[in-house]
T-cell receptor, first 113, second 109 residues
């Protein structure tokens, strides 16, 4: 069974540009989460989808970040325009409804220069 | 105060040593707890869940003390392959996983 996959694995963009990260959760997992780890800090929650609905987006840093999960399958996280402080590793995770264990993708390492 | 706090680390131990990590959580509504392991430049992976009765998985033992809001992980007979960052994680019902900053373990020969 395929795990959580994320694309791209790395992205280097200039300040002010737009980047879109994609996450494909494990098939059948209704819960999809986005997390971010900035250098030297803990992994921080960004938002949580249940199917196509945003259950909790309290961790989104500002309105430059937009997440979507159309159709309740894959999700995208767009950063527009990117700032230097957006650099970090963005992890996506998924879990089955009612099950606490989450499975993580390998992350997208975003560098804004 | 952060929701989940861990020992600052890093822990540098020789092979065969026993090492213990501690973690505290601030939100008493947290219901489930986990230890995740993260290898360098890899994604976090579930190591084990933590139960009030304590649970053991081979060389790893996890304990939860709800009264003190304290979680621990004990690793016995450390192996080189145990070198990683160990993340203490709390979950409230219906919300997402909340991570501690992680404690780095380095096991040397």
């Amino acid at each position: 069974e395929a795990g959580v996959t994320q694309f791209p694995s790395h992205s280097v963009i200039e300040k002010g540009q737009t980047v879109t990260l994609r996450c494909d959760p494990i098939s059948g997992h209704d819960n999809l989460y986005w997390y971010r780890r900035v250098m030297g800090k803990e992994i921080k929650f960004l938002l949580h989808f249940v199917k196509e609905s945003k259950q909790d987006e309290s961790g989104m840093p500002n309105n430059r970040f937009l997440a979507e999960r159309t159709g309740g399958t894959y999700s995208t996280l767009k950063v527009q325009p990117a700032e230097l402080e957006d650099s970090g590793v963005y992890f996506c995770a998924s879990s089955q409804q009612g099950v606490a264990e989450a499975f993580f993708g390998q992350g997208t390492r975003l560098t804004v220069v | 105060r952060k929701e989940v706090e861990q020992d600052p680390g890093p822990f540098n131990v020789p092979e065969g040593a026993t090492v213990a990590f501690n973690c505290t959580y601030s939100n008493s509504a947290s219901q489930s707890f986990f230890w995740y392991r993260q290898d360098c430049r890899k994604e976090p992976k579930l190591l084990m869940s933590v139960y009030s009765s304590g649970n053991e998985d081979g060389r790893f033992t996890a304990q939860l003390n709800r009264a003190s809001q304290y979680i621990s992980l004990l690793i016995r007979d450390s192996k080189l392959s145990d070198s990683a960052t160990y993340l203490c994680v709390a979950l409230q019902a219906g919300t997402a996983l909340i991570f501690g900053k992680g404690t780095t373990l380095s096991v040397s020969s």
